[in-house]
């Protein structure tokens, strides 16, 4: 049995060595923080410069994407109103040859029922 007992205190020993290393480092990395004394204000800028634009990359990306999507909305909605106001266009020209033509028709059916000569029709063109 003294054979396991010298391998078990070895392993113990090697554990306990590991484990010590492991709490100086940790220690170490907490404890002190890795200043240098002359550039001490510059360092703290610039760690706080590169924390600040690693946060506020992803934000800065949807906002970019957030505009793009506004850019490309309002493009759309430009092109529908123009759509949109040649169609009223269209059906305002269409309207108003209508009129003209039921005018023209109701004039007619006016003159041949009072047994007259109907006026001479006048062509009318679409626009």
Do not use: C
């Amino acid at each position: 049995m003294s054979i396991f007992t010298g391998k078990a205190s070895e392993l113990e020993t090697l554990v306990a060595d590991v484990e010590g290393e492991i709490r100086e480092l940790v220690s170490h990395d907490v404890a002190e923080p890795r200043r240098q004394p002359a550039n001490d204000g510059e360092m703290v800028a610039s760690d706080l410069s590169s924390l600040l634009q690693r946060v506020s990359a992803h934000s800065v990306q949807e906002i970019d994407l957030l505009i793009d999507e506004l850019k490309m909305l309002r493009e759309r909605l430009q092109h529908e109103g123009e759509r949109v106001v040649d169609e009223i266009v269209a059906y305002a020209n269409l309207s108003h040859t209508a009129m003209q033509s039921a005018k023209t028709i109701s004039e007619r059916l006016t003159h041949w029922r009072e047994g007259s000569d109907p006026p001479r029709v006048q062509r009318v063109t679409l626009t």
